[in-house]
């Protein structure tokens, strides 16, 4: 099995994995890779040198520029924006300028929220549509709002989980949906504004 390629889109690359399909209109740059059984979806853009994992989708009109690497089994919603420079300027451009941003496994980044340049976000971790994410989010915190605030934390299922109960310097929490249990350290714990 071999990865697909609408007749439309443009790849420049041979560094895609089985199963992967890359629909209409998307442009994938030379020295891209991307991992198995992705989803590129229409006229999305994957800039030079961007890693992506397996597992991977990629929703309509989304740019994954240089400097962004996106571990496996992420959801990157319809028309989310990364950017790679902190201070553009039109007249200053050079490729030293770049900072990078990391997406850890299993995250997820609602339709339309943008991803300022230079954090990491956390394994499955959950951006709320339309957010503007300016520093790190943690392993399953769920952030939303400009700038995003920590807001709660999210099981790898989807759902929000519940606090149950501290234990010294660890916070359990639970999915009422899927019964899942996790610990999260009390000092990341406190950041969480309602
Ligand atoms: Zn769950």
């Not at 420049?12 to 442009?27: M, Q, S, V, Y």
Request: with cysteine; net charge negative; proline share 4%.
């Amino acid at each position: 099995m071999a990865f697909y390629t609408h007749p439309t889109a443009v790849v420049e690359t041979d560094n895609i994995g089985d199963g992967t399909k890359i629909w209409h209109f998307a442009h994938v740059r030379e020295g891209a890779t991307i991992g198995k059984n992705c989803i590129v979806g229409k006229s999305v853009y994957i800039d030079t040198e961007v890693e992506i994992g397996s597992g991977v989708k990629i929703q309509n009109f989304v740019s994954v520029y240089k400097g962004v690497r996106i571990e496996d089994d992420v959801f990157v919603g319809p028309s989310v924006t990364f950017t790679n420079d902190l201070y553009p300027r039109a007249f200053l451009w050079d490729e030293d300028t770049i900072t990078p941003t990391l997406v850890k496994t299993g995250a997820s980044i609602g339709a339309n929220a943008t991803i300022i340049c230079g954090v990491t976000i956390g394994n499955y971790a959950m951006i709320g549509a339309g957010a503007v994410v300016t520093k790190d989010v943690p392993d399953y915190g769920f952030v939303w709002g400009n700038p995003a605030r920590l807001k709660g934390f999210v099981c790898p299922c989807g759902m929000k989980l519940q606090y149950k109960e501290k234990k010294g310097e660890t916070v359990i929490l639970e999915c009422l949906h899927c019964e899942k249990e996790l610990k999260i350290a009390l000092k990341i714990y406190k950041d969480v504004r309602d």
